[in-house]
């Protein structure tokens, strides 16, 4: 019996990912929980395992493509189940799946049966299999609502990849086409006309450009300048530095900076809250999490100090160096990321007097 494991969703929300590494191979044995693949999200770099122990018979995807979310990821072959018995065993292992999900944790994806010699039109196995029939072009399977689209756009049907029942084109295939086309033939009118650097944008830089977008237009920006006399500060951090300094641990002035603001947070409530328009509801929120701006070479991220108002200024330091240490490392996971009520922006490394920082939108 073989199963198809689709790409799950590993994250809140999530649409698709890039195929960063391909850990098997095809007629490679893999055993449960083995990871088989590594997947970069608009959150996480993170390694997906197989759902079962078999011999991988398909891989579909190549490293460096983007694919969504449902879309087939292997195909396993398990011996020794057939008829009722894997339709059982395909009914088992989902609702496993589904329990992960509640429980928040993991890798939640779906298994179905394939047939014999079943190949999806995106599997690189699949050209391996030919006929002489096959090298005529085929009249591709698809939607009367699929075809009229495509006639309507002028796309000739039997170029997309479908991805319905049985290869079957479905109106989103001919959406996903037209749109890949265009990016192309844009891409390609301006490399042709004047001298430029393309760069493929990675999954973390396209929700950066995403949520730094939707922040500018639907959160309310202000902002306000004041000097401080911070000599106190100054003896108080070259006393705890020199403490610390044997704990390995590297004391700045964010630490200092994140245990103020969570104070301060507690006093003004209405800065620690969130509005739920469906809702007609504001939202004062009793926990104070505080989000860190971190800059890496992938692109910035914000892990959060959980509950940053009932630690010590040397547990915090200690708790920074150590998510700034895996963020740069691409080593965050989802919960690192998640519940921040506050976000600080820290310019002091890049100089400048004053800078205004883009609102980190919920």
Same mark, same amino acid.
């Given at each position: 019996?073989?199963?198809?494991?689709?790409?799950?969703?590993?994250?809140?929300?999530?649409?698709?990912?890039?195929? +960063?590494?391909?850990?098997?191979?095809?007629?490679?044995?893999?055993?449960?929980?083995?990871?088989?693949?590594?997947?970069?999200? *608009?959150?996480?770099?993170?390694?997906?395992?197989?759902?079962?122990? /078999?011999?991988?018979?398909?891989?579909?995807?190549?490293? /460096?493509?983007?694919?969504?979310?449902? *879309?087939?990821?292997?195909?396993?072959?398990?011996?020794? !189940?057939?008829?009722?018995?894997?339709?059982?065993?395909?009914?088992?292992?989902?609702?496993? #799946?589904?329990?992960?999900?509640?429980?928040?944790?993991?890798?939640?994806?779906?298994?179905?049966?394939?047939? =014999?010699?079943?190949?999806?039109?995106?599997?690189?196995?699949?050209?391996?299999?030919?006929?002489?029939?096959?090298?005529?072009?085929?009249?591709?399977?698809?939607?009367?609502?699929?075809?009229?689209?495509?006639?309507?756009?002028?796309?000739?049907?039997?170029?997309?990849?479908?991805?319905?029942?049985?290869?079957?084109? &479905?109106?989103?295939?001919?959406?996903?086409?037209?749109?890949?086309?265009?990016?192309?033939?844009?891409?390609?009118?301006?490399?042709?006309?004047?001298?430029?650097?393309?760069?493929? &944008?990675?999954?973390?830089? $396209?929700?950066?450009?995403?949520?730094?977008?939707?922040?500018?237009? =639907?959160?309310?920006?202000?902002?306000?300048?004041?000097?401080? @006399?911070?000599? @106190? !500060?100054?003896?108080?951090?070259?006393?705890?530095?020199?403490?610390?300094?044997?704990?390995?641990?590297?004391?700045?002035?964010?630490? #200092?900076?994140? $245990?103020?603001?969570?104070?301060? +947070?507690?006093?003004?409530?209405?800065?620690?809250?969130?509005?739920? #328009?469906?809702?007609?509801?504001?939202?004062?929120?009793?926990?104070?999490?505080?989000?860190?701006?971190?800059?890496?070479?992938?692109?910035?991220?914000?892990?959060?100090?959980? =509950?940053?108002?009932?630690?010590?200024?040397?547990?915090?330091?200690?708790?920074?160096?150590?998510?700034?240490?895996?963020?740069?490392?691409?080593? !965050?996971?989802? =919960? *690192? &990321?998640?519940?921040?009520? #506050?976000?600080?922006?820290?310019?002091?490394?890049?100089?400048?007097?004053?800078?205004?920082?883009?609102?980190?939108?919920?």
């Amino acid at each position: 019996m073989n199963y198809i494991f689709k790409f799950p969703d590993i994250g809140e929300g999530l649409d698709e990912g890039t195929i +960063l590494e391909w850990y098997v191979k095809k007629g490679e044995k893999v055993e449960s929980s083995q990871p088989i693949v590594k997947m970069e999200t *608009d959150k996480v770099v993170t390694d997906i395992p197989s759902p079962r122990t /078999g011999i991988i018979v398909a891989i579909y995807g190549k490293e /460096g493509e983007t694919i969504k979310v449902g *879309d087939v990821l292997v195909e396993i072959e398990i011996e020794g !189940l057939e008829g009722e018995a894997a339709q059982q065993e395909v009914a088992k292992i989902n609702s496993e #799946f589904e329990a992960v999900e509640e429980e928040g944790a993991g890798v939640v994806g779906t298994l179905e049966i394939a047939g =014999n010699n079943a190949f999806l039109p995106v599997s690189d196995e699949a050209s391996e299999v030919k006929t002489e029939q096959e090298t005529v072009k085929k009249k591709a399977l698809a939607t009367p609502v699929a075809r009229a689209y495509a006639k309507e756009l002028n796309i000739d049907i039997n170029e997309v990849i479908g991805t319905g029942p049985n290869g079957r084109v &479905m109106k989103d295939d001919i959406e996903k086409h037209r749109h890949k086309y265009a990016e192309t033939s844009a891409t390609q009118i301006v490399a042709d006309e004047m001298p430029v650097e393309i760069e493929k &944008m990675s999954q973390l830089r $396209k929700t950066i450009a995403r949520n730094m977008l939707n922040s500018k237009h =639907n959160a309310a920006h202000m902002s306000v300048f004041d000097d401080a @006399e911070i000599s @106190e !500060l100054i003896r108080v951090r070259q006393k705890l530095r020199d403490e610390l300094k044997d704990q390995g641990i590297k004391l700045s002035y964010l630490p #200092f900076v994140i $245990k103020a603001v969570a104070q301060a +947070l507690k006093k003004y409530k209405a800065l620690n809250a969130e509005m739920d #328009f469906d809702k007609g509801v504001i939202i004062y929120k009793k926990f104070y999490n505080i989000g860190i701006a971190v800059d890496t070479p992938d692109g910035l991220v914000v892990p959060v100090i959980r =509950n940053a108002d009932k630690k010590s200024i040397s547990e915090i330091a200690l708790e920074l160096n150590a998510i700034s240490e895996k963020a740069r490392n691409r080593e !965050l996971s989802l =919960n *690192d &990321m998640k519940d921040g009520t #506050f976000t600080i922006t820290s310019f002091g490394s890049i100089g400048g007097k004053y800078a205004v920082p883009v609102i980190n939108y919920p």
